[in-house]
């Protein structure tokens, strides 16, 4: 019975916890805090690092409609940053931000410029990557670069094994045609 107690206590504290930043929050109150964007123009489909400052609590969150997902900002000691991505579907404008911390919620405008045609460029790669085998990579490639023609050893070679063929093939046909096989 007494770990059904535990359960219920810790389950009323994570509850508890989470409910007081909204009540903050619900206030609209500013703490004075900082925030940075970069890059501080962005445009569509771009990546944008957010960072704040004066925020006591290890975790915040920053929402905007520009925004593909809300942005968790994680830290120590004040300082806290993340990372998002800004629509590729989204005109150029001016879009609120609102980031929540702990102890308070700062307000902000984005402002999303056009994008250039390289923006438009798909951030990972489209062509399959040169990879695997280690360091043998430059090996397999040299090797592939050499000539595949035989040489005199192989020309050698190729007629003592044909010669030794010949001689097999002589001695076995003397021995049918005696009747000694």
Sequence with gaps: MSSVKATLCAGVAIVATSLVPTAYAADG???GGEVSVT????SPGDEVSLRV?????????????AFVSDARLVGADGTL???????????????AVTITCADFRV????????????????????????????GAA???AAEEARSDVPGTAHAVVGLVLAGVAAVVVALRTVRRSRGTD
């Design 29 to 31: 109150g500013s703490g």
């Design 39 to 42: 890059p501080s123009t962005p």
């Design 53 to 65: 400052k004066g925020c006591s609590g290890m975790t915040a969150t920053a929402a905007s409609a």
């Design 81 to 95: 940053a993340g990372e998002t991505r800004v629509r590729s579907s989204i005109g150029p404008g001016s879009y």
């Design 107 to 134: 307000k902000g405008t984005l402002k999303v410029v056009p994008g250039s045609a390289a923006a438009s460029a798909y951030a990972s790669p489209v062509a399959p990557v040169r990879a695997g085998g280690g």
């Design 138 to 140: 430059p090996l397999a």
